[in-house]
């Protein structure tokens, strides 16, 4: 009772430190969710502003210079209008004109500055005064006051720009230069149309926005809010007059539309579910992924013969130590498996060396006393082509570098046999296909298809009629996935023997010595797998065929 009051003590204890840096880490993320909404949302808020004075500074540029383009074109006209001749005769003959005359051409200006006030908008009056002959002219015609004074009419005539008293002129001066010293003849004022000038800005402002217009630094409207921090406000200068609009975006900060209040409720509610998320997948990862990995995955590799898998080196509480026994326990179930793998290896190796070393000798016997009956009869073009051909034979078949070779080596190195046992047997027929270039080049074990042959030689022989030529026959059939070498002859052979060296094939393993095809078909199934080998069954010649079964 107490052992159990213990082990539930530890179960509470290592559930409680499961769980707590779970709850805590939700309470953290949280926290940091929360100041990074805040954050996500100053940042909007701030870069929705600037881009909104970027856009109201670009509306303002082109608004400016399109104002200024305006005011220069007035202004052209109104020094045309000062270098007319009419101008110019009345302020140097006045006194010497006919009355007729003065007042046709008086009527002339006058009837040009009333065009030039009308042609323009922003031109709010004209004004022209001769002073030298006490002259003062508007567009609707003589006019007994000018709005500025002698002395502010010589201050504008020096400037681009001139303002006074909310008003806003362009002043130029004809001057006399054929006396001593020279003097002005007229002047003529551009008056501006302010409230125009104002009225076209406007439509920029909104909510708590405002217009200052200025010249020089004086106020000709708006009013400029200097003591309030959080007015911004958008300043647009003219290039050739000292005309500065200002548009005073008032301390409103940009605000969440409907559709962006409905986005921040579901980015929150993301938020929201981002945590859910995170907890079960802690949850997930902590307990019900460490039993996935060991029931669902580990023991699947492990049912396929998958021995490299291995469960990740995870910390998982009490799965730490299971996982750590199905490791190595993999590990030493795929070392007892290579090392089984291994020997199996090395035997196949001894016995083709032991193959390589049973070379036939009555083969050897018999091909040397062939050559000693043709040099002896002379015949030295057969003589030396056998001589050559046993030089080949043995030379392959006594290599042991490579334990691997292509297939067209194998079948070259077997072609070299059945010419050597056809110079004996000259009966033989051979219908032998040529080799594919397209399998050529696939990598067999070496001695595979030779002692085949052998066998045909050494016991087909003696299962033929009397007379009867031995046929020989090797076919090449290529399917997708592999490719089939198949070997047939003729000859006197009974099922029985079919059938036992198909039992034999299938009990390669029961078997307690392994020569001949036995050992091809052992080491082809070692070389390629278990669907590799040799099957047996009978010709179309009426005698054996022996089908040799490569991977490709």
């Not at 509610?269 to 990862?285: M, S």
Request: hydrophobic residues 40%; proline residues 3%.
């Amino acid at each position: 009772m107490k052992h159990r009051k213990q082990q539930n003590v530890r179960h509470l204890t290592r559930l409680q430190k499961t769980f707590l840096p779970a709850f805590t880490a939700v309470i953290v993320v949280l926290c940091i969710s929360i100041a990074a909404m805040l954050i996500a949302y100053n940042a909007y808020v701030t870069g929705k502003n600037d881009i909104y004075a970027l856009e109201k500074q670009e509306k303002l540029n082109q608004m400016m210079e399109s104002m200024e383009t305006e005011i220069q074109i007035a202004e052209q006209q109104l020094l045309k209008l000062l270098s007319d001749s009419k101008v110019s005769r009345i302020a140097y003959s006045r006194n010497e004109m006919e009355p007729y005359n003065y007042y046709s051409q008086t009527l002339d200006i006058v009837s040009r500055m009333k065009e030039i006030a009308d042609d323009f908008q922003i031109v709010q009056n004209i004004y022209l005064d001769f002073e030298t002959i006490g002259v003062r002219l508007n567009q609707d015609g003589p006019v007994q006051q000018l709005p500025l004074s002698q002395e502010e009419f010589s201050q504008a005539a020096q400037q681009e720009m001139f303002a006074s008293r909310k008003r806003l002129f362009i002043v130029r001066s004809l001057m006399d230069y054929q006396s001593p010293e020279p003097a002005e003849l007229c002047t003529m004022a551009l008056e501006l149309n302010v409230d125009s000038l104002y009225e076209r800005y406007s439509y920029l402002c909104l909510e708590n926005e405002w217009i200052v217009l200025s010249v020089d630094g004086q106020v000709l409207r708006g009013e400029r809010n200097a003591s309030d921090k959080e007015v911004h406000r958008v300043i647009s200068q003219a290039s050739s007059y000292p005309l500065t609009v200002a548009v005073q975006v008032g301390p409103t900060k940009y605000h969440l539309s409907t559709d962006e209040l409905l986005t921040a409720a579901c980015v929150g509610v993301g938020i929201t579910c981002l945590l859910a998320g995170a907890f079960i997948l802690y949850c997930y990862f902590r307990l019900y992924r460490p039993l996935e990995l060991l029931l669902d995955e580990a023991f699947l590799h492990l049912e396929k013969g998958e021995l490299s898998y291995r469960i990740p080196n995870m910390r998982s509480g009490p799965f730490e130590d299971i996982y750590q026994t199905f490791n190595t326990s993999m590990d030493r179930l795929e070392y007892l498996m290579d090392h089984v793998y291994r020997q199996k290896l090395l035997i196949s190796e001894m016995q083709l060396k032991h193959l390589q070393a049973q070379i036939n000798p009555h083969f050897m016997y018999n091909t040397y006393y062939t050559l000693y009956r043709q040099l002896q009869d002379g015949s030295w073009d057969n003589s030396r082509q056998l001589a050559r051909l046993l030089g080949d034979f043995y030379h392959y078949i006594t290599r042991s570098s490579s334990m691997e070779k292509t297939l067209r080596e194998e079948v070259k190195h077997t072609l070299t046999y059945v010419e050597i046992q056809t110079m004996r047997f000259p009966d033989t027929i051979q219908e032998i296909e040529p080799l594919p270039e397209e399998i050529a080049d696939m990598t067999v074990p070496q001695l595979i298809m030779q002692p085949v042959f052998e066998n045909v030689f050494q016991h087909a022989r003696n299962h033929l009629h009397p007379g009867e030529p031995l046929h020989l026959a090797m076919r090449y059939r290529i399917e997708e996935d592999r490719v089939n070498v198949c070997v047939e002859n003729n000859g006197d052979l009974s099922d029985d023997t079919i059938c036992r060296l198909q039992n034999a094939l299938k009990h390669v393993d029961d078997q307690e010595e392994i020569t001949g095809l036995l050992n091809i078909h052992k080491r082809l199934q070692l070389f390629y797998g278990d669907a590799a080998g040799l099957s047996v069954s009978r010709s179309q010649l009426d005698g054996l065929c022996v089908c040799m079964h490569l991977i490709r």
